[in-house]
């Protein structure tokens, strides 16, 4: 119920929907031509630096701009008990008789999703599990403040200030090797962040 609930409210048609749009349904393959108010230079550089330099699209990807893995980001963590991520969320649900593997699951042993049939191969003491969470969705991201899994960073520069000097260390597993400072200049990282602002857009509730 939960699922069904969520599935029905949806973002639509944000700035760079709408850039995209005019730029790929046009002959004209110079996207100058099809910046607006709201998507201009600057929005189009920070999407360059998403795709190039920043290398943003390997984890945020897709039209959700998501990948829907695990990572480790390297934040620190300085309260006990410390969170282990993936790593006690597989230990859990693997445990947890309500399962999809379970009896009081509604497929049956022929039915069953590939994704229900991997948990029998998920290991929980895997080194790249500890310590890493899911990829969240970048769409509206500029309306979730704040950010990381328990808020620590309050606003998207703080989050491309971590991402681009990259000085923290994990305070369970180890960081992705992949992740390295990006090293951005202030006018980079304005961009970056036009760019994420332009992937707002009205929420609306198909529930009501």
Same mark, same amino acid.
Request: glycine letters at 6%; proline letters at 4%; one cysteine or more.
């Given at each position: 119920? +939960?699922?069904?609930?969520?599935?029905?409210?949806?973002?639509?048609?944000?700035? +760079?929907?709408?850039?995209?749009?005019?730029?790929?349904?046009?002959?004209?393959?110079?996207?100058?031509?099809?910046?607006? %108010?709201?998507?201009? +230079?600057?929005?189009?550089? #920070?999407?360059?630096?998403?795709? @190039?330099?920043?290398?943003?699209?390997?984890?945020?990807?897709?039209? $959700?701009?998501?990948?829907?893995?695990?990572?480790?980001?390297?934040?620190?963590? &300085?309260?006990?008990?410390?969170?282990? #991520?993936?790593?006690?969320?597989?230990?859990?649900?693997?445990?947890?008789?309500?399962?999809?593997? #379970?009896?009081? &699951?509604?497929?049956? &042993?022929?039915?069953?999703? %590939?994704?229900?049939?991997? /948990?029998?191969? /998920?290991?929980?003491?895997?080194? %790249?599990?500890?310590?890493?969470?899911?990829?969240?969705?970048?769409?509206?991201?500029?309306?979730?403040?704040? $950010? *990381?899994?328990? @808020?620590?960073?309050?606003? /998207?520069?703080?989050? /491309?200030?971590? $991402?681009?000097? *990259?000085?923290?260390?994990?305070?369970?597993?180890?960081? %992705?090797?992949?992740?390295?400072?990006?090293?951005?200049?202030?006018?980079?990282?304005?961009?970056?962040?036009?760019?994420?602002? &332009?992937?707002?857009?009205?929420?609306?509730?198909?529930?009501?």
């Amino acid at each position: 119920a +939960f699922e069904a609930f969520e599935k029905g409210i949806v973002a639509r048609d944000s700035a +760079f929907d709408q850039f995209i749009r005019r730029w790929m349904l046009s002959s004209n393959p110079d996207p100058r031509v099809h910046f607006s %108010e709201k998507f201009n +230079f600057s929005e189009f550089l #920070g999407f360059q630096i998403f795709l @190039g330099k920043g290398a943003c699209h390997v984890c945020h990807s897709g039209p $959700y701009f998501k990948d829907n893995q695990f990572h480790n980001i390297g934040l620190p963590q &300085s309260q006990a008990p410390f969170d282990l #991520g993936r790593s006690l969320g597989v230990l859990t649900v693997k445990k947890d008789r309500f399962n999809c593997q #379970g009896i009081f &699951s509604k497929d049956s &042993s022929r039915q069953k999703s %590939e994704s229900c049939r991997d /948990l029998n191969f /998920l290991d929980s003491e895997t080194p %790249e599990a500890i310590g890493s969470f899911k990829t969240p969705t970048l769409r509206n991201v500029a309306e979730t403040a704040p $950010y *990381m899994r328990d @808020g620590r960073l309050r606003t /998207l520069r703080e989050v /491309l200030e971590h $991402y681009n000097k *990259m000085e923290t260390h994990s305070g369970v597993g180890f960081r %992705e090797e992949t992740l390295k400072p990006l090293n951005l200049s202030e006018h980079e990282i304005a961009a970056l962040e036009d760019f994420l602002r &332009s992937l707002s857009s009205r929420v609306e509730d198909l529930n009501l």
